[in-house]
């Protein structure tokens, strides 16, 4: 139960220091609803007035009971505000559904049960008060009608028309106290009524004690556990045991409880974090089909967002080094680091929806605060490289950045469509479960996911410009990370140009991107794409063969180009052409291995660097 523990903890801390999550969270016998309509009276029950409410300022905190926060049918109504047909003791008078069992009447005389005895009970309210001497007048429908908010049709029945989207019988009501300290007058804005009515609860709560398995304690046990925790799986749970008819316990246990018995009061405070961190906090992976991973810290101290670009903004060109990168990133972690103590832990947890009535816990990790700043750290220094940017002015610039981990899994198993690209939601909330347990575990980058984007960045006929760069540079990013967790030694290390570097697939690397600058060089307004990158995914399968091909189709460009720029470009090719050959002749045409987009990407970038004592011509410039 270490998730349990960790999100109790949040939940006692953050009322502990009555932080402004502390007052946010959830309370104990509490919910959430959009309400449609607000009545206000007086502190004699007297009314004075009703409203439609807009969406904006819909959401309501309203008390609630352990059997109407998961009520889906049946009679089970909440303590103080409902739906219309619950707490208008007219609303049968305008009803077809008048005399069935379970009907508007049968639905206000027990709502009306509750709600006295809480009025009535050792822990009352005046508010609580207010509204119960008004209901019991039974003219609710009625002041709605003269107040214009409901509308009859020609029999004097309820007509077909809605309030802010929802029927009339299962309009939302919540209450608004005149003469009420001013910001505190709704019912859901007081923070007397609400502690009033959680001790009230938890005092006067109904079922046998048991053993908590969590606290340890003799409490009131639940089988009916908070829903709602993730928006985008809005009915799932993530406790249940009401499967009885599948057996799910059959031969281990006898029932329910035995499998796990849980208190209200611990579901409660464990769920009610869960929800605020989710919502407010929680990252979802997905459009449709989504995952949500939870990144914090059970004290409430800030944790950096990990999805994110780790809070390095954009900078111009004249910062794009390496070894910058490296000292802001440490520099925007410090800052971080010196809020922790040495016994502070970081919780990571990802949850999905299996069914829409089951959510469960996909990943899980809890660690020393130290240790997933530095492992945080280390992942965004080891994966990272050069990215095209363009700044206010459209003038394009690199910049050294970490990849998102979102962005390697599409890259790397995705397709481009409309000159976006996209993957489907259970590829990339999977794979990106596995970048995320690689970094926080210190796990060597995997090796599959590192090829297919190999593979994607060989084939640049399948992207617009746009794309075809971001795969690119990610490819080389990863490919970076893929040999420093191997602790091999090279270039990616600086992101230098490495001429001493003897590598086959380097070389051939390196000789592509000559291939591809001669040809641009003769380019004027041209956009198509020269030879060098038409046959590059043939170029990285038969390298030997290709480069044949290609060095004949260089032919009538090299006469193009003024005779310095010739000689500058044949002296190159000619030098890489002669480390090649000094490999074994067998293996020239083997494939080449994820080593050469690390050899085109500098080469490139070193001949289109600017000089400042030499520029090069071509014939037409």
């Known amino acids: 139960m270490s998730w349990m523990s960790q999100f109790y903890a949040t939940y006692e801390k953050a009322m502990e220091y009555g932080s402004d999550i502390g007052a946010a969270m959830t309370p104990i016998a509490h919910m959430n609803v959009n309400a449609q309509l607000e009545v206000t009276l007086n502190l004699q029950g007297v009314f004075l007035g009703a409203r439609s409410i807009p969406r904006e300022d819909a959401v309501t905190l309203i008390p609630v009971t352990e059997a109407s926060a998961s009520r889906s049918s049946g009679i089970a109504p909440h303590a103080l505000c409902d739906n219309l047909s619950y707490v208008a003791g007219d609303f049968e008078v305008y009803s077809r559904e008048r005399g069935k069992k379970n009907g508007p009447r049968a639905r206000f005389d027990k709502y009306m049960d509750g709600l006295k005895k809480w009025a009535e009970s050792d822990r009352p309210h005046p508010k609580v008060c207010a509204v119960y001497t008004y209901l019991s007048g039974e003219t609710l429908m009625c002041d709605l009608i003269k107040s214009g908010l409901v509308e009859l049709d020609e029999d004097g029945m309820l007509s077909g028309k809605k309030i802010e989207g929802q029927s009339y019988e299962k309009a939302m009501v919540r209450f608004r106290i005149a003469g009420s300290e001013p910001g505190r007058d709704g019912t859901w804005a007081d923070p007397s009524l609400i502690e009033a009515y959680t001790r009230y609860y938890l005092e006067h709560q109904q079922g046998e004690e048991t053993l908590c398995y969590f606290t340890g304690k003799k409490q009131v046990a639940t089988k009916n556990h908070p829903k ?103 520099r925007i972690f410090q ?118 984007l190999v593979i994607r960045a060989s084939t640049p006929l399948a992207y617009s410009n746009g794309n075809r760069e971001k795969v690119l540079s990610t490819a080389c990013a990863v490919i970076s990370k893929y040999y420093s967790d191997r602790k091999w030694k090279g270039d990616w290390e600086d992101m230098k140009l490495d001429l001493e570097n003897r590598d086959r697939s380097y070389l051939f690397g390196r000789l592509l991107a000559i291939y591809e600058k001669v040809e641009r060089a003769t380019y004027e307004d041209e956009t198509r794409d020269p030879n060098a990158i038409r046959l590059q995914s043939a170029y990285v399968n038969h390298p030997m063969q290709t480069w044949k091909i290609l060095n004949d189709l260089l032919t009538p460009y090299f006469q193009k180009l003024k005779p ?58």
């Open 228 to 330: 709602g925790i993730v928006a985008a799986s809005y009915g799932a749970k993530l406790v249940s045991a009401n499967d009885e008819r599948g057996f799910t316990y059959r031969g281990r246990f006898q029932n329910a409880e035995q499998a796990c018995a849980l208190s209200y009061e611990a579901s409660q405070k464990i769920h009610g974090a869960l929800t605020w961190l989710a919502k407010n906090q929680g990252v979802f992976i997905g459009t449709r089909v989504k995952r949500t991973f939870i990144c914090w810290n059970p004290n409430g101290k800030k944790v950096p967002d990990i999805f994110k670009e780790f809070g390095l903004e954009s900078e111009e060109p004249d910062v794009q080094e390496p070894a910058y990168y490296k000292r802001k990133l440490i």
């Open 564 to 621: 310095g720029s010739r000689e500058h470009y044949r002296r190159l090719i000619s030098e890489i052409t002669e480390q090649i050959l000094e490999e074994d002749e067998r293996k020239l045409n083997q494939r080449l291995k994820e080593t050469y987009l690390l050899g085109y990407y500098l080469q490139r970038a070193e001949l289109y660097k600017k000089k400042t004592s030499q520029k090069e011509e071509t014939g037409n410039e």
């Open 335 to 452: 800052g971080y680091r010196e809020q922790f103590d040495r016994e502070d832990t970081v919780v990571i947890i990802g949850l999905d929806a299996a069914t829409t009535g089951r959510l469960s816990i996909t990943y899980y990790n809890e660690m020393p605060a130290f240790d997933f700043l530095d492992r945080t750290i280390d992942w965004g220094n080891t994966c990272r490289w050069f990215y095209l940017k363009f700044n206010e002015k459209k003038k394009p610039f690199y910049q050294v950045e970490t990849p998102l981990f979102r962005r390697i899994v599409e890259y790397a198993f995705g397709r481009e469509r409309e000159k976006f690209v996209e993957v489907d939601d259970r590829v990339l909330k999977e794979q990106v479960q596995r970048l995320l347990k690689c970094m926080l575990e210190g796990q060597p980058f995997p090796t599959d996911i590192m090829q297919a």
